[in-house]
């Protein structure tokens, strides 16, 4: 295993455009969050999954954004109508619920523009 | 209002000496707290925690101090190598049982000169 993927790596999109992000987490995390860095800040929590459940969601995810985890594997992040605002990189991080280190293992990120 | 606030954005020392990163929190629910180490173009990477009833914690070069009275942690790196030059975020969470859930200060630079 090679650690926690996501894809695409850059996503340049206009504005008004949807897009859908991919990360496929460490395989034998039951732990899945998302995760929104903004130039100059840290990551910010948007959203986390045990297994397939959405355990819990940030205000900062408006209802243009949604976030699945169908069969307690990958997980998807999608953004509607993107806005200039939404630019960011996206971090996916994994963790296991299982022992003493609850740590969160992170990916590369997506980083996204909106023209 | 944020939670978690490192004052420092930067911190240059020399190669060898003492790096001092600091942190401060405001949230008294926060029950264990973390560090970690981003390079550019890279995701964070964990470094080191500390749980609330601690006060120390050593691993290797790094250690992390706690002082809950104060809401205030640090981290120390001794001895300083050119590789420890990243961005450093301090992160903390209400419970060990999920630290992948916390909530992170905005970094601080750290360049270690040869």
């Known amino acids: 295993d090679t650690g926690v993927s996501q894809d695409p790596r850059h996503k340049i999109t206009k504005r008004g455009q949807n897009v859908t992000f991919r990360c496929d987490p460490i395989s034998e995390h039951n732990r899945l969050y998302w995760y929104r860095q903004t130039l100059g800040q840290g990551p910010e929590f948007l959203t986390y999954f045990q297994n397939e459940a959405q355990l819990e969601k940030s205000r900062l995810l408006s209802d243009r954004f949604s976030a699945e985890r169908p069969k307690g594997s990958f997980s998807t992040l999608e953004i509607q109508r993107t806005e200039q605002g939404d630019s960011a990189m996206y971090l996916c991080a994994s963790s296991s619920s299982l022992g003493v280190n609850t740590e969160a293992f992170f990916g590369q990120g997506t980083r996204l523009t909106v023209v | 209002d944020q939670q978690v606030k490192q004052n420092s954005p930067s911190l240059s020392v020399q190669e060898g000496r003492i790096s001092i990163l600091n942190c401060d929190y405001t949230?008294?629910?926060?029950?264990?707290f973390l560090w970690y180490k981003k390079y550019p173009a890279e995701g964070p990477t964990f470094l080191i925690s500390?749980?609330?009833?601690?006060d120390k914690n050593e691993d290797g070069r790094f250690t992390v101090f706690l002082n809950k009275s104060a809401k205030h942690l640090s981290l120390h790196i001794v001895p300083s190598q050119p590789g420890d030059s990243a961005v450093y975020f301090c992160a903390a969470s209400v419970s060990n049982t999920n630290a992948g859930k916390s909530t992170f200060g905005d970094g601080t630079t750290l360049t270690v000169k040869p």
């Open positions: 500390i749980s609330s009833i601690k």
């Open positions: 949230n008294s629910m926060f029950d264990y």
